[in-house]
């Protein structure tokens, strides 16, 4: 996942955070508790962490788009 370092408005750390916050997530806690008890009181960083989206998940057959058509091209050439 790919999880800004730090919050882009106050430049808070976030990323070290967002494995214990998964595993929360998993067990079924609150994730109003679970951002209270991570340190998060301010609703810029509970907004990156809770906007982060799975990218790579989204790209990963863009890629493979890419890459197999660059075999063909390349045995056409041949």
Known sequence: MLIPVRCLTCGKLIADKYDEYQSKMKSGEDPTKILDSLGF????????LLTSVETIQQVIPFYEAIQKRKQEV?????
């Open 41 to 48: 009181d301010r609703y810029c960083c509970r907004r990156m």
């Open 74 to 78: 390349q045995a056409e050439l041949e």
